[in-house]
């Protein structure tokens, strides 16, 4: 791995750890063993890194997100694979914590790809409701349901929260599909 790319990582998994107040540019470093020089040399400064971090979160998100939307199937098991996807949900998801960081939210630079991500998965999500002639606000109570198990998780400090909520949401779809 490159030192960017080294630098990059350690930012991705510092902003989730820490946020952006407590990421600091000795930490990155320290973790991705790189010098200041080299930080320096590949980005501007903490907000450049973190904003390279972020958008390489929302790209590795959308493609998970590409493959199990797109692949072949009804559009509630299309939804269902995607609420269903292997996660790390004690640790939250990498693109809502980062939603909640105060910091990141007040710089536009930072905030938008976060955005840009939701808004990609809610276009998606209202594709497919639409291909199976549902409500399309439902794509905001899936993602609703989805950031909310994390949070619920994550405070329960077990994974039966979120699996509960995602499995009540499909069986919703289920039913308003049986109709």
């Not at 797109?70 to 292997?86: H, Q, V």
């Not at 939603?99 to 955005?115: C, M």
Request: hydrophobic content about 40%; glycine content about 8%.
């Amino acid at each position: 791995m490159s030192t960017r790319d080294r630098l990059v990582e350690s930012t991705r998994e510092l902003l989730r750890e820490r946020g952006y107040t407590g990421t600091s540019p000795k930490a990155i470093q320290q973790r991705a063993d790189a010098g200041q020089g080299s930080m320096y040399h590949h980005f501007a400064g903490k907000q450049d890194l973190a904003l390279a971090a972020i958008t390489r979160n929302a790209e590795e998100l959308t493609a998970a997100a590409e493959r199990e939307l797109s692949s072949p199937g009804s559009p509630t098991e299309r939804i269902a694979a995607w609420l269903r996807r292997e996660r790390e949900i004690l640790r939250g998801c990498p693109m809502g914590v980062l939603a909640q960081d105060l910091e990141i939210i007040a710089s536009d630079a930072l905030r938008s790809p976060i955005a840009e991500h939701f808004d990609w998965i809610r276009g998606q999500l209202r594709e497919i409701l639409a291909e199976g002639d549902l409500d399309a606000r439902l794509a905001d109570t899936f993602l609703a349901v989805l950031q909310g198990g994390y949070v619920l998780a994550r405070a329960a400090g077990n994974t039966e929260p979120f699996t509960d909520a995602v499995e009540g949401a499909i069986a919703l779809l289920e039913r308003a599909t049986a109709v």
